[in-house]
């Protein structure tokens, strides 16, 4: 078994990294690692409207955490209790 941060410690290393580019390795729903190169908040990135504040509300309470796939040019998101490493 893969040993996993707890969503407190999620939550200091996002804070931690700004806007700075991340690595995360986490746990998908099928039980496979991923890596996703990424930010965590890019300026040029955030939506705005009232829509994608209720998004973002509707995704914390799930805990669910965004990401900018940098690769992708795309949104992504992974569950803050699924995560195995943030650099």
Request: charged fraction near 20%; aromatic fraction near 6%; proline fraction near 3%.
């Amino acid at each position: 078994m893969t040993n996993l941060m707890t969503p407190e410690q999620v939550k200091c290393m996002i804070a931690g990294k700004g806007t700075k580019i991340s690595t995360v390795t986490f746990i998908k729903a099928d039980g496979t690692l991923r890596t996703i190169n990424g930010l965590f908040r890019p300026s040029s990135h955030i939506v705005g409207s009232e829509r994608g504040q209720m998004q973002g509300e509707a995704m914390a309470a799930r805990g669910q955490i965004p990401v900018y796939e940098l690769s992708s040019k795309r949104w992504k998101s992974f569950y803050n209790d699924k995560v195995v490493n943030i650099t």
